[in-house]
C-alpha cells in the first residue's frame, strides 16, 4: 500500500512563492543603495568645476598657487611639517583640534634603562654620591659607563644629527619649518625664512630596535639583586 | 627543481650565522647575499635580532628563571638556552655553559653522542652531548629561519653547512647527521677556508679572474675565536677557463682569538697582582672583555701609546669599588704580536709538551701558540703538494716549503690590520729566504660572515655554475692489516697500511675498491685500525704500505663494522672487499661488500662505520 505521491510542481509551489518574495525585498534594497550611491555621486561631482578651475588656474598662474600655499599654510599652522628641507607639504585643511596630552608608556623607558645598567652600569654611577671621590676615580668610572651605553646607544637606537650642517654655519628656516625640530632661538620677529647661526645640530632617533619583551617580563626590575652561592 | 633559496650556514665553534640568497634574483656571478637576522635570547624575558648567533648554550636551573621569561618567538625549550643570554649566563654560572661544542664534536678520545657537556660538573647539572648541542644549534637557525620565510622552510632549500677543513671523516659525517636531524634535505658540506675564498669571489663580482692567474697559490689562513685553519688552493686552468682546486689543508689547531684576549687578560692581571691587587674569577672575565676591547683600539692605531682599562666592580658602588688599570701597545706587541704571531724560520715547529698521565678530560688545545710557527710546519710539510699539478713543476724539487703566490685571510682576529701585515711580513721573509717573489694580498671583506656568505654562494653556485673549487678528499686514507707472522715475545705485529681512499677522491664520483679481501665473522663487530694522511698523493687504491714515515700518516680513530646475521649464518667468516666513496653530502661512505654477495642484497647493510664514540668505547650495535 503506498500514499500518492504529489506532482513536482505542487511540491514546488511553496518555494516559488518564497523566492518571489525574496526577490521582490532584494528589488527594493537594490533601489535603495543605488539612489544613495546616485546622491553622493551627484554631491561629489557638484565639486568637479571648483576642483578643475582650481588646479587650472595653480598650474597657470604662480600668484594664486603662492594665495592657496598660504591659505593651507594658515589654515594648518599648528601641524608640525616633517622637515623643512622637504617641500611644503599639503596637511589637513580642516582646523586641528589641540592634541590630546597622556603619559608616555613606562615600559620602553625601563627597558632602556635596564640596558644602560646592564653594558653601561648607568644607574649605579648615577645612584652614586659623587662629591667625596676625586675626579680621576669619577673618570674611571666614566669610561665604564661611555663605553657600555654607547654600544648600547649604537646597537638600538640610529641616531643622526637633525641638520647636517656644520655648527656656527649660517642656515634658513624655510616658511613652515617644523618647530619641534627647529628651534628658532634669540631675536625672532617677523615672517620665516628666518636666517641664523647653527648653535646645536640637534639630533633625532631615525630607527628605535628596541627588544621584544615577554609579555611575563617585570620591566620594573632594573637590574636583579645577584648573590653569588 | 631547484630551491628558491641557497643557504649557507656558518655553524662556527664561537658564533653561528646564516646567509641567504634568492636564486631567482641571481645572474651568473653576481649574488645578491642577505643575512639572517637571528631572534635570540639577550636577557630574560628579552629577545632581539642579532646576525650572529653565540654558540653558546646554557642549561639553566629550573627556579632560575621566571616561566614565561625565556620564550622565543616559536616558543623554544626553556631548558635550553641558546644564544646571548646563554653567553651571558655563563659568565657568572660556567658550570651550567655548554661552549666550544664543536671542538668536542672532533675530539677523538671521547663518546660524541654521550652527555658529557659541560665537563666535570656537579651531578644534578644536566648534562648534553656535543652531537646534541650542534643539532641544538641548527635547529635554533631553523626555527629561526621559517619565523621569517613561513612558506619556504629551511628543510625544502638548498643548504651548505660549514666544516672545518681540518675535520676527519667521523666528525664531518657527524656534522651531516646533526644536519639531517633538525630535516635539512639538500644538505652539502663546505670547508670553511673554501667558504672564505668563496666570499671572496663573490665580492669581486667576476673581477677575481684578473686577479689571479694559472700558476697561482693561494693560502687561506682562517683564524677564528677558538680555532686555526690553514688550506692550499692552487690555480688551474681546464679547456681554457681558470679552476680552483683545494690542494691542500692543515691540521686541526685549537687556537684562535678568545686565546689571546685571554692571554691579554693575564698579562694586565699580573701587572695588578704586583700593586696589591687581585682579582676574582668574575673581575677577571671583565678584565678579558676589556683587555678586548683596548687590544682592538692599540691593533688599529699604532701612535696610541696604552689604552686605560677599568675593571668595575660587581656591586652597585662603581666608582668606589672599580680598579683602573692600562694596556700599552708594548704589552700588546710583546704578548699578542710576539707570542702568538712571531718572526720565526720556515724552518721552526711547534713546540710539543708530553701531556701529563693525569690530565683531566678537556679539549686537546694547542700546546704552541704561534701562528707562525703552525703556519711554517703545515707549509714545510706541503712542500710537495703541487707535484701532480700541470704547470706547477718547478716549485717542487729544491723548496724546503710550498710557495704560496697570494694570501686570503678570514677570522675575526684578522680585523687587526697589522695582524694581517704581520703575516704577510713573516711569510715574505720565507720566501724571500728562497728567492721567491712575495706573496699578494687578496683583499677580503666582513671576516666575521666570510664564511656564511661564502657557503650560500656555494649553495646557489652549484646548481646553477658558477666557479667550482675542486679537491675531493683532502687526505688518503688507509686501514691497518697485520702481517701474519710467528708470534715474537714482546714484539708487537708488524702493521700494514692499506689505501683505500685515495687522495682528492671527489663528491659523487665512482665508488673505489681495492682489490684484497678479508674475512669477517658474521654477527660479531670487527673492528679496523685506520689512518689519514695529508702528503701520500700519489698511493692508488690497494697499495699496501710496508713502512712510512712517522709525520706522513696519522692514526685516526678506528672503523667498525658487523656483518648482521640475519642474512648469513652466525660465526661463518665471510670473504668482504672494502668499498670507498664520497657522498654527494661529502662525507666519505666505507661500505663492507661480500665478495659472494647474492645481487640483491642490500650494500647499506654492511655499512662500515666511523668511531664516534672515543678510543675504547663499545662499538654501536643498533
Redesign the interface.
Known sequence: MTDEKPSLSQRLQPLMREAKRLSAIGWALTRHWLGIAARETWIVLKRLPIASYSFARALANADYAQRLTDLYIDGASSLPLATSATPVRVPQPAPQPTAVLQEAGPDSALVLLSLLQKEGRFLDFLQEEVASYQDHEVGAAARVVHEGCQRVLNEHLSIAPVRAEAEGSQVTLNRGFDPAAERPTGHVVGEPPFTGALVHRGWRAVEVRLPQVASSRDVRILAPAEVEL | MSARYAIGIDLGTTHSALSYVETAKCEGEEVDQSILRI?QL???????DRPLLPSFLYLPHPDEH??????L?WGGDPTRLIGEHARRQGL?TPIRLVSSAKSWLCHPDVDRKAAILPPEVPADVPQISPFEASVLYLSHLREAWNGVHPYDPLDEQDVTVTVPASFDPAARELTAEAAKAVGIENLVLLEEPQAALYSWVNDSVGRWRHDVKVGDIILVVDVGGGTSDFSLIAVTEQDGALELTRIAVGEHILLGGDNMDLTLAHVVKQKLKQTGVELDRWQLQALTHGCR?AKEALLADAELKSV?I?V?S?G?????G?I?TELTQDEVTTTLINGFFPEVSVDERPAQRARGALTKVGLPFAQDPAVTRHLAAFLSKQAGATEDLDGFVEHAHWASFLHPTAVLFNGGVFNAEVLRERVLQVLNQWLSAEDAPPARLLEAHDMDLAVARGAAFYAYARNHGGVRIRGGTSHSYYVGIERSMPAIPGMEPELHALCVVPFGLEEGSEPVMPPQEFGLVVGEPVRFRFFGSSVRREDQVGDLLEEWSADELEELEEIQTSLPADKLKRSEVVPVRLQAAVSEVGTLELTAIPTNAKPDAEASDWRVSFNTRGAGGEPDND
Open positions: 631572534p639577550t636577557a630574560a624575558g628579552s629577545v632581539e621566571k616561566p614565561g621569561d625565556l620564550t618567538p657568572t676591547v686605560p677599568v668595575p660587581r652597585a658602588k662603581l666608582i668606589g672599580s683602573r
